[in-house]
Structures are given as structure tokens and as C-alpha cells.
């Protein structure tokens, strides 16, 4: 069981590129989530998933597109990256019954640097 | 709008003495509670959660924490501090009810813990 797994680990974008950090899950959770970790401000929610075909948005989502075409896979695309993207990125997944989600499973993060 | 405020941003306690990480939420209704634990580039791991039922909830490590409705506070505490508990540690908050699924984080508390 592999868990919640996130690539790449690091990345380096020039300003106005775009680039997709993966996110996949084996545990057959159905809730989903991405969210960005700045120093001082803890974890910001950027969009979740409550199951394949269905998403939203979340605290920050200006920049970010997500998707979930299947239950293990929840990629989040920055569009145009900038430097205030510059932050580590984790995804997150969670048992949900009922369209409660319980405790989240964290991946191990993607550190992303903007320039 | 829920919240959630760790007034610390980091404590220092000595090795086997007894710890306390403290937390306070707002939120509509209800609260899910959870304690989460990161330890240097890893992504954070899951400690305790509180939903219902006895105010003192034990979870991993030999770490506990206790709601308080009243204060509306949910401290994380351990009877004895070891070298290894030094992280740093979140508490989280969603609604009961209504809400999404959405979780919000605290900012955050350093853990040090000396010999």
C-alpha cells in the first residue's frame, strides 16, 4: 500500500510556464484535496475532489485548474506559473461516508520554486 | 467562517516533562478536531481526531488531547516530552455539518524538545 504518492519531489518553473504536479492514491478514498504550505500561514486549501468527475474550489484556487477523472489520480495544473506559486504542495486524501470525509492521508509534497 | 489559532508559534519544553500545544477554533455548529504531526520535509501524518463523545481523545505516539465546548479550545498534551517529539505540529477544524469538506489549518507550532 503506497499510499498517497506526489511527483515530481522538486521543480523549478520560469514565470509563465505551466506545469502539472501528480497526485495519486491507493486507498480507494473518494474525498481528495491540494493544498499549499507558506511559512507562517500554515496549510492553505486549494481545491478538493468528494469523488471522480466532481471538484471545487477551495481558499486559494486563483491559477490552479484540477480535475479527477478517476478515483486514484487528482493532478493540479498551474496555468501560468508565478512567483507567488513559489511554495511546498501536498495532496491529501481521506475516507468519506455519507460526504463526510474523516482523517486526511498526506503525500510526502512537491517543492515548487518559481523564478 | 471557521478558523482555527495556535497563539504559540513554537514551544520549548525539556525531555520528560509534560507538553502542551494549544489550540482554539471557531466554527458554525459542531466541530471535527484533528492534531497533525510534520517532521522536517515530510508531509504531515495524522495524530488524533475528535468528533463526538469523551472530551479526551488518545491517539498516536501517547499524545491526547482534550475538547473543551466551553473555551472552545482542544489542547494536545503528553505526560512526558521525549527528544523525538520535536515537530511541528497543526490543529485542523470543519464543521459537523454544512461546511463542505473543507478543513482548515492552523498557522502552526514548533515542538522542541531538550535533553
Known amino acids: 500500500n503506497a499510499g498517497v504518492t506526489q511527483t515530481p519531489k522538486f521543480q523549478v518553473l520560469k514565470t509563465g510556464q505551466s506545469m502539472t504536479l501528480q497526485c495519486a492514491q491507493d486507498?480507494?478514498?473518494?474525498?481528495m484535496s491540494w493544498y499549499r504550505q507558506d511559512p507562517g500561514m500554515g496549510l492553505r486549501l486549494i481545491h478538493y475532489s468528494v469523488g471522480a468527475g466532481i471538484t471545487d474550489q477551495g481558499e486559494v484556487p486563483n491559477g490552479y485548474n484540477v480535475s479527477r477523472s478517476t478515483t486514484e489520480d487528482f493532478p493540479l495544473r498551474l496555468l501560468s506559473a508565478a512567483p507567488s506559486q513559489t511554495s511546498v504542495y501536498f495532496c491529501a486524501s481521506s475516507y468519506s461516508n455519507g460526504g463526510i470525509s474523516y482523517e486526511q492521508y498526506f503525500g510526502p509534497g512537491t517543492r515548487l520554486t518559481v523564478t | 467562517a471557521q478558523s482555527v489559532a495556535q497563539p504559540e508559534d513554537q514551544v520549548n519544553v525539556a525531555e520528560g516533562n509534560p507538553l502542551t500545544v494549544k489550540c482554539t477554533y471557531s466554527?458554525?455548529?459542531?466541530?471535527?478536531l484533528f492534531w497533525y504531526v510534520q517532521y522536517p520535509n515530510r508531509g504531515l501524518q495524522f495524530l488524533l481526531k475528535?468528533?463526538?463523545?469523551?472530551?479526551l481523545v488518545k491517539g498516536s505516539y501517547g499524545f491526547e488531547a482534550e475538547f473543551n465546548k466551553s473555551q472552545t479550545s482542544f489542547h494536545l498534551k503528553k505526560p512526558s516530552a521525549l527528544v523525538s517529539d520535536s515537530a511541528l505540529y497543526f490543529c485542523?477544524?470543519?464543521?459537523?455539518?454544512?461546511?463542505?469538506?473543507?478543513?482548515?489549518f492552523g498557522t502552526g507550532t514548533q515542538l522542541k524538545v531538550e535533553l
Open positions: 486507498m480507494n478514498h473518494e474525498y
Open positions: 485542523a477544524v470543519r464543521a459537523f455539518t454544512g461546511g463542505g469538506n473543507k478543513l482548515t
Open positions: 466554527v458554525s455548529g459542531n466541530p471535527y
Open positions: 475528535y468528533i463526538t463523545g469523551d472530551n
